[in-house]
């Protein structure tokens, strides 16, 4: 079992924790291409290339908010992984940006710039990639949903808005 982190965008971010929570790689997917289509199904190739079963994956969800050009692309490419993830039969947490940003810096609105010190702190953690961060952070999250462990109460609060209380409490029993 290892923990995954996906942040789907245009340069997909992707990490992936041992069993144990240790950093095993983490690296970003931007195929070289214009075509919208041919760059959503290189992205979901390369990230199920990098799955196994058993993975513990979370995903970080649609920013609704978003304006801009690209974010039909963002919205077809987080469909077409999470149908691809319903087709396989593997479960995934769905993850608020607001939650990835809560878990790591203890505030929902921190910019994305502000993240990098935080995510040093707790976990020792460095990449150049925010997206690389994200899904650091994101691998993290799937590891305390599914160990039931924290560090931060922040972090529970997190753990607890995406399972509910009840749930919450029974993982750390």
Request: with cysteine; aromatic share 8%; charged share 25%.
């Amino acid at each position: 079992m290892r923990f995954i982190g996906i942040d789907p965008s245009g340069e997909t971010g992707m990490a992936l924790l041992d069993r144990n929570g240790n950093y095993l790689d983490g690296f970003e997917i931007a195929p070289n291409t214009s075509d919208k289509t041919v760059k959503i199904c290189e992205i979901v190739e390369t990230i199920f290339d990098n799955l196994e079963l058993g993975d513990v994956i979370a995903i970080e969800g649609f920013s609704f908010g978003s304006k801009g050009k690209g974010i039909d692309f963002q919205f077809g490419l987080g469909h077409a992984i999470r149908l691809e993830l319903y087709r396989q039969n593997m479960k995934w947490i769905e993850v608020t940006p607001t939650q990835v940003k809560k878990f790591a810096t203890g505030k929902g609105t921190t910019k994305k710039e502000n993240m990098i010190l935080p995510i040093n702190r707790l976990w020792g953690f460095e990449h150049e990639s925010n997206n690389v961060r994200d899904a650091f952070v994101l691998a993290q999250v799937a590891r305390s949903v599914h160990n039931g462990s924290t560090l931060t109460e922040y972090q529970q609060d997190v753990i607890e808005a995406i399972l509910g209380p009840s749930e919450s409490k029974r993982k750390r029993a």
